[in-house]
């Protein structure tokens, strides 16, 4: 009873946070263009998607800020993390605090700071601001995923590998960084999914013809939403979903696991 | 040696943060404490207390704090029933709460208008079962809906996180010594999580508090709330001055929560990932 | 997890090769700034292709969310398409470029009339030439209505609570209040001002939401009997659902008028001018309406199209003759827009 209550329970929850999904997927279907009414069944929006040249090119500017961004900021803020870890608990706290501000800052006040400060430096808007923009919104969420794996630490298994002959970067790769690695990918992974999601800041510090997918459904907000998006964001959807469940399924994902542990 | 070593390592870091956190924000307060002529003013901070402003910042508070509410209710027995689950599921179940966020964000709440109208997909079913239909879009109930629904992986992930961590031993121990499961829960896992609960607390109550794209999309605009206002003086009304004034006085809470979980999290375990 | 990311760089990889073919453009290129969904893709390929330019687009959401960045000279912009007043904002603050009206001879084609109106905002007709007009009025479902409205008072009757949709923007909100009072919809008279507020206020217990852009969907949708709502929206709301009609109000309305301009500091300026050329080319206007369904103010276009419904369509081509008190938007200074704002802001907090 217990057991069927709690399934209950996530299946509840389940249905809520995907109703919306449902819903997007449902409206990529219709040939209607409006959300409102449903014109009949189509698979016009897809067929017509990878057409479009300029939804495809916000698709790749989107991937690729967010993997570049994602990545670099998971190297600037796992070292940072590791640095800060080891000052005194007044910087520390310090520190922590100045990360923590672009995280909880309202997104339209970071956004339109950071276009003044690129202007100040004349930096010309494009692909690189939105780049930095990036990577500076998410290096928090890597530092605050890592930093408890690195209080874990016991910092003598890395003096003994020390002890033994091994070299500071080697005694690091083998002893410390396979400890923080969970933390690691999961920062990279939020870093990933915040770059995705954001279209406020992008929309501050972007450039004449570089646009985003957010960016992109933003500015079709006036007019109505391309139903082409719906179709896009279905494909991105499933696709992530059948990976998902690859990853889980197959076999050696358990070998990947204890490599982590 | 080798920790001076390491401290050096963070100043990549540091000199990003300065470019990129510091710098931008002392623009913030420059535009913020002075006016259109460039002289020095606090006017745009406290203009905070003109009944507009004080009125749209209480309603903002009142319906992201009735939402944080909401979401922790929701949100810990969830967390408590994945914890419960056998370990080879975890990453899993967190990516299965990540993936709606990479739907955009746009889209999923335009989504919830489509659900939730007068003649919208939930109340067409309604009818059809002959229930009555329920009419919440355009009110403080749909704001407070649609910050639930984008807020809830914020607060479910970091007491997940926590709620994992929580050696087995110690449960079986109490357990082993008379508690019953309700005397477990309030003295052992309950007080070990409070990092996580307040870390969700303030992933989901200071977005709540800055949005303003679910108030206008599920709220009509029929309400306005700080993030709304801040918005309008940056986009609409030009006026940057007051719209950074604003952003300081928001700031402000941002620091109070900052420093709540500083206190109650002292080793940083209830961080969100 | 790691697997995961290895198959997103793949994926990456695979499409990115996709894009590597690029087109040479030997004439330059031209920066284009226009409000989002408002061209049709297709036009933009063809003046490619014709001109050998290449067209980096941009689109913007709001007149007030485009001027910042214009100003800040962010990114350099050649062809802007911004409304009346916020042109002349533009204009006041020398942002503009003077045309040069030799190198855009396909500027004949647009109505005597449109030149005429846009002298309000852009005297002499030195910076800007029309893209898309139109007025503000309102549309409403005969499934839902009675009666036939005819006037914005409607808009304050009791029996449509809950079944109404108003703008969400300052001026349009405003106009609706002061034309129902008789008023200029560019009066910074603080009377007339605060009785236009107390009317937003007393309206806004029946209003179900303000919107903007959401009017078109909702009404599709049948979620209100009546909105207010851009003529060009209305045509393609009418092609999605028949039981909408729309009205310009007895009491008068906004005729704007989206017009592209040339900033000052254009890089581009003749690829520029080639562009709004182009765009005024009959069969490329045409081409547009289609597309957009804003009323064009291309008078060589309209000749083109072989729709009778259309072309006397109230919401696409009004004959503006017929009705009185139209006036278009005036950029009313700093002070002006503070006091609206402030204002509006009163309306929408209570």
């Known amino acids: 009873m217990a057991n069927f209550l709690k399934k209950l329970y996530i299946a509840l929850i389940f249905i809520f946070l995907y109703s919306p999904m449902v819903v997007l997927f449902v409206l990529s279907f219709n040939s209607s263009k409006s959300r409102a009414k449903w014109g009949g069944f189509t698979l016009q929006w897809y067929t017509n998607l990878l057409s479009d040249s300029s939804i495809m090119e916000a698709l790749l500017n989107t991937l690729l800020i967010a993997l570049i961004s994602s990545v670099v900021a998971t190297i600037i803020g796992t070292i940072a993390a590791l640095a800060i870890n080891n000052f005194r608990k007044g910087t520390r706290t310090v520190l922590m605090g100045i990360t923590n501000i672009p995280m909880l800052n309202a997104e339209i006040v970071t956004g339109i700071s950071l276009m003044l400060l690129f202007i100040f430096f004349k930096v010309k808007f494009g692909f690189m601001t939105i780049l930095l923009a990036h990577i500076s919104f998410n290096i928090p969420y890597v530092i605050l995923s890592v930093m408890p794996r690195i209080k874990k630490i016991n910092i003598s298994t890395y003096e003994a590998a020390m002890d033994l002959g091994a070299s500071p970067l080697k005694a690091f790769f083998k002893v410390v960084f396979p400890d923080i690695l969970p933390g690691v990918f999961s920062g990279l992974l939020m870093a990933f999914t915040m770059s995705i999601d954001d279209f406020i800041i992008t929309h501050f510090t972007k450039g004449a013809g570089v646009d985003t997918l957010s960016t992109k459904i933003y500015s079709q907000v006036r007019k109505g939403i391309d139903p082409k998006m719906y179709a896009l964001s279905s494909i991105i959807f499933i696709t992530v979903l059948i990976l998902l469940i690859l990853i889980n399924v197959i076999p050696n994902g358990n070998k990947e696991k204890a490599i982590k542990k | ?273 | 997890m790691r697997k995961l990311f290895l198959f997103g760089l793949l994926a990456t990889l695979t499409i990115l090769p996709l894009f590597g073919c690029g087109k040479t453009y030997e004439n330059g290129e031209v920066y284009v700034y226009n409000w989002g969904e408002y061209i049709d893709p297709d036009v933009i390929k063809m003046f490619e292709e014709e001109y050998k330019i290449q067209v980096i687009y941009d689109e913007f959401e709001t007149n007030e969310m485009m001027y910042p960045k214009v100003e800040a000279n962010a990114v350099q912009y050649d062809v802007v398409c911004p409304s009346d007043y916020m042109i002349q904002k533009m204009i006041e603050n020398d942002l503009l470029a003077e045309l040069n009206w030799d190198n855009i001879p396909n500027s004949t084609n647009i109505g005597e009339q449109f030149y005429l109106t846009s002298e309000e905002f852009d005297p002499g007709n030195k910076y800007s030439v029309p893209y898309c007009w139109g007025t503000v009025g309102i549309l409403y479902n005969t499934d839902k209505v009675d009666e036939p409205i005819t006037k914005w008072s409607q808009l304050w009757d009791e029996k449509y609570k809950n079944q109404i949709l108003m703008q969400n923007s300052v001026r349009d909100a405003f106009m609706v209040a002061q034309k129902l009072n008789g008023f200029s919809m560019n009066s910074v008279d603080p009377d007339e001002l605060k009785i236009a507020k107390d009317c937003l206020l007393e309206q806004k217990p029946l209003v179900q939401a303000y919107v903007v852009d959401q009017v078109r969907d909702k009404m599709i949708g049948n979620e209100a009997a009546i909105g207010v709502i851009y003529s060009g929206e209305a045509l393609y709301t009418q092609r999605e659902n028949e039981k909408l009609i729309y009205v310009i109000p007895e009491e008068g309305t906004n005729v704007w008028i989206d017009s592209w301009v040339v900033l000052k500091n254009s890089k581009n300026k003749e690829n520029a001018e080639k562009f709004i050329n182009f765009l005024c080319r009959p069969d490329i206007a045409l081409k547009n309406f289609d597309y957009i369904t804003y009323g064009t103010p291309n008078t060589a276009a309209w000749d083109l199209i072989d729709d009778e419904d259309i072309k006397s369509s109230e919401a696409a081509f009004p004959d503006l003759s017929k009705y009185n008190n139209l006036e278009t938007y005036h950029y009313l200074g700093e002070e002006g827009d503070e006091l609206y704002n402030n204002l509006w802001k009163e309306v929408k907090s209570e």
């Open chain 2, 1 to 273: 040696m080798k920790s001076k070593f390491i401290k050096w390592l963070s100043l990549p870091y540091i000199i990003w943060a300065i470019g990129f956190i510091i710098i931008p924000l002392l623009m913030v307060f420059y535009f913020g404490l002075t006016d259109k002529n460039s002289h020095f003013t606090i006017s745009n901070v406290l203009a905070i207390f003109q009944p507009i402003h004080i009125k749209s910042l209480l309603i903002a508070l009142l319906l992201s704090l009735i939402s944080t509410i909401i979401c922790l209710l929701i949100s810990y027995p969830l967390a408590m029933i994945l914890s419960s689950f056998k370990k080879g599921n975890d990453k899993m179940m967190i990516l299965i709460f990540i993936l709606p966020m990479w739907m955009n964000f746009l889209l999923r709440t335009l989504a919830w208008q489509t659900l939730l109208e007068n003649e919208g997909i939930i109340n067409t079913v309604l009818s059809l079962v002959k229930l009555p239909s329920i009419n919440i879009i355009n009110t403080p109930y749909a704001i407070i809906l649609g910050m639930i629904y984008n807020f809830l992986p914020f607060m479910v992930l970091p007491i997940y996180n926590v709620l994992c961590k929580i050696d087995g031993n110690l449960l079986n121990a109490s357990r082993d010594l008379g508690a019953n499961e309700i005397q477990t829960f309030c003295k052992i896992t309950l007080p070990l999580s409070v990092p996580g609960i307040i870390s969700g607390i303030t992933m989901v109550f200071v977005p709540a508090l800055t949005t303003f794209v679910i108030s206008d999309l599920l709220g009509g605009s029929k309400i306005l709330l700080i993030g709304n206002v801040i918005e309008q003086e940056f986009t609409l009304n030009s006026n940057w001055h007051l719209g950074s004034g604003l952003s300081i006085v928001l700031m402000i809470f941002i620091v109070i929560s900052m420093l709540i979980s500083a206190i109650f999290d002292k080793d940083g375990e209830g961080n969100t990932f």
